[in-house]
């Protein structure tokens, strides 16, 4: 079984002005697409791992062999962070998470805006490319942190709720090096309503 590059729920322009139709025709038909053909370059010569699903690749890298653990690392992890990322926009996006979702942020971060505002200082700081993440653990307690290059906290045994890319490529035909402005634009485009299904799954 090959690994395939997931179809977008909306056009390429349907995200501007927030992220213009360019760059998002980029990132999904080279970027990702690129993650997934060097993932399956990666899985040729191992059938076993072929027989696993991503997830328990990613959370037990440690027993992949050493020879293709970086390529599995990067590229299955870029496929994987991508498909969260394209999942959690939406042009038309709920605004606020409503429910047990809700409760638990205002419980952990005061706010949403407080924990927006978290989550947009860990995308903001992470130094060269990489992701902001709020996840879970399987308890239901919610964090806030950013990952190098294409981690993720699903690494470390956490299941991710929602994940900013701060790779250039996310942003720089638009916003050039002005990452907070691209970072205040993404949130128009969050969709609550899908962050909120994923931690109630996560945890039931
Ligand atoms: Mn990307």
């Given amino acids: 079984m090959k690994y395939t590059l997931p179809p977008l729920s909306y056009e390429y322009n349907a995200l501007e002005p ?29 059938p076993v791992l072929q027989e696993k699903s991503l997830s328990f690749l990613l959370s037990h890298l440690a027993e992949i062999p050493e020879d293709v653990r970086e390529a599995i690392r990067n590229n299955g992890g870029g496929h994987y962070n991508h498909t969260l990322f394209w999942e959690t ?68 045994g956490g299941i991710e709720l929602l994940g900013i890319d701060v790779w250039e ?13 691209y970072i205040a634009a993404w949130w128009h485009l969050v969709d609550w309503n ?5 931690y109630n799954n996560s945890t039931s």
């Fill in 194 to 198: 899908i962050v909120e299904k994923r």
């Fill in 18 to 46: 927030y992220i213009d139709a360019k760059t998002m025709e980029i990132h999904h038909t080279k970027h990702h697409q690129g993650y997934v053909d060097k993932l399956n370059t990666a899985l040729e010569q191992y």
């Fill in 89 to 156: 926009l939406s042009p038309s996006p709920q605004k606020s998470p409503q429910g047990n979702l809700l409760k638990k942020i205002e419980e952990t971060f005061g706010s949403l805006e407080e924990a927006q505002d978290t989550l947009t200082q860990a995308a903001l700081s992470r130094f060269g490319s990489g992701w902001g993440w709020l996840w879970t653990d399987a308890q239901g307690n919610l964090s806030i942190s950013s990952t190098p290059n294409q981690d993720s906290p699903l690494m470390e």
């Fill in 169 to 181: 490529h996310a942003y720089y035909l638009s916003y050039q090096n002005k990452r907070a402005d």
